[in-house]
């Protein structure tokens, strides 16, 4: 089973968790992703693939604790084993022939965006990063993006740290300054992906957006990650994660991302009541043998 060998909290809702996957590590390219379980009554959720290290056979996953998995996951530490990780999964980011590329990351998706931005700037691309977050302390991986791009900007929505507003509209003044880029990808919530998209349109920019939908294999049996691309269906976790973002129908991918919505919520708070009468039975414990 995959042991946990790193664990970091980067913000108060993000965690970077490094897990010994060799054979993984091995085949892992920018743009794939992974099937996580932690334990035998968790279900599979898909992880894009941060970073990865074949020679030390390590992958490196970044999660948001929202719903229950996410949890199970945070409560394990660094020396404990997953149950069981699977892939990489999905087609790797196509980045061929590219001379100039903007990257853009809007919150969690940052994680996603890193790796491929990290890939091209080690070809000698010209790359330039676009990384948005609500406010500043949510802000994470600036030195990790510093490193691996030719110019770093950073976007809140409140103006706490570098520039007040959304990464499309910066977007749009870079490309209105005139900068040239041979291809954009935005990784990040679905309204994001969806505004920059509309903010390349008019300069006809190919557009790459990586879709993270309800999956429940990662192998095109479920069909729960289907969606509409170019008029056409299209199973997110074989034939991406990757998708023209021109082509998408963001409409009906919102819709479908919340169906269960009313079910993760119900099961999130029986989960964390029973971890709070799990505490208060220890509690009323350790006071009955004082």
């Known amino acids: 089973m995959p042991r946990i ?32 379980r932690p334990d035998q009554f968790g279900e599979r959720i898909p992880l894009t693939i941060a970073d990865y290290d074949a020679v030390r056979g390590t992958i490196t996953i970044m999660y948001q604790r929202l719903g229950v998995t996410t949890n199970k996951l945070d409560a394990m530490n660094v ?66 993006f510093r ?21 499309n509209k910066k977007l749009e003044q870079l490309l209105e300054a005139g900068n040239q880029y041979d291809v954009a990808i935005a990784i990040g919530p679905i309204p994001m992906m969806r505004a920059v998209s509309q903010s390349t349109l008019p300069y006809k920019l190919k557009t790459i957006v990586s879709l993270n939908p309800i999956m429940v294999d990662g192998t095109g049996m479920c069909g729960c990650c289907r969606c509409t691309v170019g008029g056409q269906l299209k199973f997110a976790c074989v034939d991406g994660p990757d998708f023209d973002g021109h082509q998408v129908d ?7 991302t919340g169906v269960y919505r009313t079910q993760e919520n119900a099961a999130h708070q029986r989960h964390q009541c029973n971890l709070q009468r799990m505490a208060d039975e220890l509690k009323a414990k350790e006071r009955g043998g004082e």
């Open 147 to 167: 490193r691996n791009c030719t110019n770093l900007y950073i976007t809140t929505d409140d103006g706490s740290y570098g520039e007040r507003g959304f990464v």
């Open 79 to 144: 020396g404990d084993s997953v149950l069981d990780v699977a892939g990489p999964l999905g087609h790797p980011t196509q980045t061929e022939g590219v001379k100039r590329a903007v990257v853009i990351g809007g919150g969690v998706g940052c994680a996603i965006a890193y790796p491929q931005a990290k890939a091209l700037h080690a070809a000698g691309v010209h790359v330039d990063v676009i990384i948005g977050f609500r406010s500043k302390e949510l802000v994470f991986m600036e030195d990790s």
């Open 250 to 256: 963001f409409d009906e991918l919102i819709i479908r």
């Open 5 to 36: 060998t790193t664990k970091r909290r980067l913000n108060h809702i993000v965690t970077l968790m490094e897990l010994n996957c060799p054979a993984i590590a091995r085949k892992a390219k920018p743009g794939q992703f992974v099937m996580v």
